[in-house]
């Protein structure tokens, strides 16, 4: 995914944080305010209450988990995207399942970060977000790449037609609240599948240049 030209750090980037569990919220907000030009403006528990305080407030960047009862955060971030396109969206997850990180590029996040990452690397990532770039788990955009080097070549994935652009991907198939339980659980060991044609920098961030064009589509 390639930065977006033309964007520009806020002054104060006003962030809304979104996630079911209130102490993921209460660490992301104090990480966040002791950050120069990084305001948390407010907090969601669900992916409706996220739209809601977006088109009232129209945060610069939204925080938004998978996983979220009533709706969740990539029928959220859809909607957020299609109602207001100048607001990022960045997932920040525990899901590392590349089938979350295609549905949400599908949906227009800007980036997918696990809530595992180190403090550092996760407001390296809310940074170079807000500055038009598009941060990725560097693991999991490498097995997405992956497999769809192997789709492109013919090879079928574990468990038949099913996998990434099977259930995963039909539309409407995250409508109406909860995802589906774990979308293409058969997604295969990492080790079993072949390397991306992708690159890396020298830290480690998934470069596109030497991907097909069908792999720079889906990562745009």
Known sequence: MGSREGAALPKVARILIADDH??????????????????????????????ALCRELKPDLVLMDVRMPVMDGLEATRRIKQEMPQTSVMMVTMHENPDYLFEAVKAGAAGYVLKDASGERLLGAVRRTLEGESPLDQELAMRLLARLARESSGEKTEGGSGGLFSEASEEGSWEGGEPLESPSEAVGSEATEPEASGSRDSSGAVQIESLTPREVEVLR
């Open 22 to 51: 209130a102490l993921v919220r209460e660490g992301l907000r104090t990480m966040l305010s002791g950050e120069d030009g990084l305001e948390v403006i407010a907090e969601a528990q669900d992916g409706q209450q996220a739209l």
